[in-house]
């Protein structure tokens, strides 16, 4: 097995025993990028340049006797909606082409800290509105097991390059499934903190009510160890929660026995493939024989998630999105106009159809006389979703779902079907809606294509969500099978 495809904990005890240099790994991650880049197309931005030399400066700190610590020296993507100072960051959109932040987005500076090695910034849904990575403003990403199909979004770019080995981990942005559809999709494993867990600030703005940012990883055991980086308050970040984080590695234990597992039956209806409703009727069955009381349950109201979704998010995204005005940075319309003309022909130029799509129905949903129609009587139903899974996680300690309803599917196959397309985030939205934790991981195939198991948690209780999964993985094989790209 390839450097490349072997996870950060295990990479870290190599480095430590000098066994192979930080620039022997990120010569061996970049020389995969060059080899399967031309066709997954992960990264928008290469850094092959600044990678070797953070890699350089890493190899130095460690001839000096520096401990090597987690995910020091790692290869890491970012999603390109994460700031990143002086490198140029477009949220996979025209109207950003050019843009160089001045300045990082918490969690990047987090990872600089720890010492992780940046080899590029990933492929996205334009402004992470998307399920396929196909509304990219630049190219369509593909999925590393079967190249005719999406490797799912919005991180679409953050995961198809973790499946494919062209970065030992990514960092993701969750608005409705936007970390846990595309690593179901790419058989890694993705997570989606608690709202508030982790600082938004310098992420790139969409729903800012549902925005969360997450590690996406080869294994559980990286996962937790790339959430204790980024996790923490934030002053920069209003919404940051001030509470304190645990060492997630402690939950890192193959042990079940005890806990109680609701398995919303919702979540198993009209839609859902019957392989993946086999396949997660299985993963449950294996915990249950680890000791864990598995039980189905009910959260009545996530029928409602998704249309609620559609009108909170755009909301959302029409108030954000107001900003680039072709005025301060970005794009800027050429024609010789007034500034109403400069602002209408900027966005005409610079935002896709699915972006300007969802501006017009968040701006229809809060326009006068509309307002309390749509936008307050979904936010009215959002509460009713978030004390479903109150009432549930009174009596049980996770939830666990499908991720998806599906594989992965072609490219192009529903493009010209947006209720399809909006449908594969009908099984990952509900988190969001609550603002709970949720991960998906490997749970087995279909046609040759990944299936993602979710498991949902209490706020702040991403130690019981990993340690489930870690529990789960351990007991099984699925983690350990990788993407076949050889020519």
């Not at 351990?474 to 076949?484: G, I, N, S, V």
Request: charged content about 20%; glycine content about 10%.
């Amino acid at each position: 097995m390839g450097l490349f495809n072997q996870p950060a904990h295990e990479l870290q005890k190599l480095l430590q025993s000098k066994e192979i240099s930080c620039r022997e790994l990120t010569e061996a991650v970049l020389t995969r990028v060059d080899d399967v880049e031309p066709r997954v197309q992960s990264y928008i931005t290469r850094l092959d340049h600044e990678a070797r030399q953070q890699a350089e400066e890493i190899d130095r700190r460690i001839a000096q006797g520096e401990p090597v610590t987690p995910f020091m020296g790692i290869p890491v993507a970012l999603k390109d909606n994460l700031c990143t100072e002086g490198v140029e960051t477009t949220c996979a959109s025209g109207i950003l082409r050019g843009f160089r932040p001045p300045y990082d987005a918490t969690v990047v500076t987090r990872l600089k800290e720890a010492g992780a090695v940046f080899v590029g910034k990933t492929n996205l849904d334009e402004f992470a509105m998307g399920s396929s990575t196909e509304n990219s403003g630049f190219f369509t990403t593909r999925n590393p097991w079967d190249l005719s199909r999406v490797p799912g979004g919005s991180s679409g770019g953050s995961t198809a390059a973790v499946g494919a080995g062209e970065a030992i981990a990514a960092l993701g942005s969750d608005t409705g499934g936007s970390i846990r559809q595309p690593a179901s999709f790419c058989g890694v494993v993705g997570m989606k903190p608690t709202y508030g867990r982790v600082s938004r600030y310098g992420l790139v703005a969409f729903a800012s009510s549902l925005d969360q940012i997450g590690p996406i990883t080869q294994d559980v055991t990286d996962c937790a160890l790339l959430l204790r980086i980024l996790a923490g308050n934030d002053p920069m970040d209003s919404t940051s929660l001030d509470h304190p984080v645990p060492d997630y590695g402690e939950f890192l234990r193959p042990e079940v026995g005890g806990l109680r597992i609701g398995v919303p039956t919702e979540y198993f209806g009209e839609g859902v493939q019957e392989e993946i409703s086999h396949a997660v009727r299985t993963a449950l069955g294996v915990l249950e024989g680890m000791g864990a009381t598995v039980e189905e349950c009910s959260t009545p109201h996530a029928e409602h998630a998704l249309p609620v979704y559609y009108i909170i998010a755009p909301a959302e995204a029409s108030s954000n999105l107001a900003r680039y005005d072709g005025v301060q940075y970005g794009h800027r319309t050429a024609e010789d106009t007034d500034i109403v003309g400069l602002y209408q022909k900027t966005r005409k130029e610079g935002f896709g159809h699915e972006v300007k799509h969802r501006i017009m129905l968040g701006t229809y949903a809060l326009s006068s006389g509309y307002y309390d129609a749509y936008y307050l009587k979904a936010s009215k139903v959002r509460t009713l979703i978030k004390q479903d899974f109150d009432k549930a996680f009174e009596k049980y300690d996770v939830l666990v779902t499908p991720t998806s309803p599906t594989v992965a599917f072609s490219i192009g196959e529903k493009s010209d079907d947006p209720l399809q397309m909006k449908l594969s985030d009908v099984l990952t939205i509900p988190a969001n809606m609550a603002g709970l934790p949720g991960i998906s991981l490997p749970t087995g195939f279909h046609e040759g294509l990944p299936i993602g198991l979710q498991i949902i948690g209490r706020p702040l209780d991403e130690g019981t969500v990993l340690q489930v999964a870690y529990a789960y993985e351990q007991a099984t094989e699925w983690h350990r099978r990788k993407a076949d790209l050889r020519l």
